[in-house]
């Protein structure tokens, strides 16, 4: 089992940035997600990270504003957000893989998840 541990969230007005950041107890799944979840919504992939190619994918309407990065070192990943709407309010979550490599958008294709951050996003 991984363990992953996010930070990060809080209140901010649109228009602002948050940085979120996940440490994870293994890195050698060579993949992490983040995902969002908004109340009464499904849990929807924001951004995927290949950490062994160092590859990105981005999904939903965080494209363009949201940013994925790693640091290997310290076994954490981090999303940037930028120009936050009212609409980008939810618990955010990162999350490992069931399978090494295995690097897409699907929640099922996750296994492991951290306990969700709160991001409010209000003016």
């Known amino acids: 089992q991984v363990q992953l541990v996010e930070s990060g969230g809080g209140s901010v007005q649109p228009g602002e940035s948050l940085t979120l950041s996940c440490v994870t107890s293994?890195?050698?799944?060579?993949?992490m997600g983040w995902f969002r979840q908004a109340p009464g919504k499904e849990r929807e992939a924001i951004a995927v990270?290949?950490?062994?190619?160092?590859?990105?994918f981005y999904y939903g309407s965080g494209q363009g504003r949201f940013k994925v990065s790693e640091d290997d070192i310290n076994k954490t990943v981090y999303l940037r957000m930028n120009d936050l709407k009212p609409e980008d309010t939810a618990i955010y979550y990162c999350?490992?893989?069931?399978?090494?490599?295995?690097?897409?958008?699907?929640?099922?294709?996750?296994?492991?998840w951290g306990q969700g951050t709160q991001v409010t996003v209000s003016s």
């Open positions: 999350a490992a893989p069931k399978r090494r490599g295995t690097c897409d958008w699907s929640p099922a294709t996750y296994s492991s």
């Open positions: 990270i290949n950490t062994a190619t160092g590859s990105t």
């Open positions: 293994r890195y050698d799944l060579n993949c």
